[in-house]
């Protein structure tokens, strides 16, 4: 029985493994696949204290840090699904059960995409999801933000800080942000805003993108803009699908309510990172988030220890 079982192995579950362990506590991880989204990210340059750094680079030194401490790490194993009895029972894709007093759930998200021909060819080659991270890379250049909700404007009102020229293309027939954003947005002299716009291909030159097609859902017509960059701002999906029937509180979004502490509505059960609640999705918050579950499940483990 572990004391503290960490569900991910991404920047929050690798905050939490330590921390737990640092703890003198009996602690495991659970991945999918070690480094999440940060194995995805070719340059970070947010990391406070490291001025830039590459994804896979950040990966390796995570897992050599959880590997100087003495955790059990199972590697490309898949969690499907929790039950809460006299332990809290964590079943494996893989027929295994994993028992644990305490668990940290850090499961992460992922971006939604737009599943158009060369959206994955030019990943991080010109397709980006996350303006905080990539937008400093486009300084001077023109770029697309697709989806013109929330996070697609204030991605444009961000962008446009920063870049030459921004075109927002919003698949309806008009911008679902809130009022505010969109009387800010149409404030900007360097952003275009084409609605009733589908996105039909991601065009680049064999190394980066140079531009996009789309279609005009009211005519019918192909059109094709020039980019430097694309931002897909189309939604984030958080890995909670495997929760269903646990009895997790989740959001209408598929977070995992937390608390400050990170308490989860499962007592023992604490989470982190991009999978919850926290509204800023970044690996530096992550590992602080995965830093609290870990600490809020060793107070936890303190009061119950006659179980
Ligand atoms: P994740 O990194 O998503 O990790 C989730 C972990 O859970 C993975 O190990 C995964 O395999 C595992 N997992 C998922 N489901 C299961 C399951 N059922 N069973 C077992 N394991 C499972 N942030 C920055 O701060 N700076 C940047 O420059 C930056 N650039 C980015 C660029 C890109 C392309 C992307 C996609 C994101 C970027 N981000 C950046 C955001 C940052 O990567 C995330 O905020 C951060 O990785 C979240 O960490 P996490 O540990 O919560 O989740």
Redesign the pocket.
């Known amino acids: 029985v572990f004391d503290v079982l960490v ?8 905050a939490a493994a330590i921390y737990a362990a640092r703890k003198g506590l009996n602690t495991g991880v ?9 194995a ?8 406070i204290s490291v001025s830039a750094t590459q ?1 896979p680079k950040l990966v390796a030194q995570l897992e050599e840090h959880v590997n100087d401490y003495q955790v059990d790490v199972m590697k490309n ?4 699904g929790l039950s809460v009895g006299n332990n809290l029972e964590l079943a494996l894709e893989n027929g295994a059960t994993l028992k644990a007093k305490s668990l940290v759930i ?6 939604r995409t737009m599943n158009v021909p060369g959206e994955q060819e030019y ?2 080659r010109g397709v ?3 303006p ?3 937008g400093p890379l486009f300084k001077g250049k023109s770029v697309a933000v697709i989806g013109g909700g929330n996070s697609g404007i204030e991605a444009a009102i961000d962008l446009a800080n920063l870049v030459e020229h921004v075109t927002v293309l919003e698949f309806a027939d008009s911008l679902k942000a809130d009022e505010v954003l969109i009387k800010k947005v149409h404030s900007l002299s360097n952003v275009t805003i084409i609605t009733n716009a589908q996105t039909t291909e991601v065009l680049g030159d064999g190394q980066k993108v140079t531009g996009l097609t789309y279609m005009d859902r009211q005519s019918n017509q192909q059109h094709q803009l020039e980019l430097a960059g694309i931002f897909v701002q189309i939604g984030l999906i958080p ?1 909670t699908e ?1 929760l269903e029937g646990s009895g997790m509180a989740l959001t209408p979004f598929g977070e995992i309510a937390i608390d400050a502490k990170g308490a989860t509505s499962i007592s023992g059960v604490f989470a ?4 919850t609640t926290e509204p800023y ?6 590992m602080g ?2 830093a609290t579950a870990s600490l809020s499940a060793f107070d936890y483990l303190i009061r119950h220890q006659s179980d």
Do not use: L
């Not at 995805?40 to 990391?47: G, H, K, L, R, Y």
């Open positions: 569900v991910g192995g991404g920047p929050a579950g690798a659970v991945a999918e696949r070690f480094g999440g989204q940060v995805d990210t070719m340059s970070i340059e947010n990391f994804g194993q898949r969690a499907s850090a499961t992460g998200a992922r971006w990943k991080g980006a999801y996350c905080h991270c990539d890995n495997w982190a990172g991009d999978v999705k970044q690996i530096i918050i992550a988030g995965g």
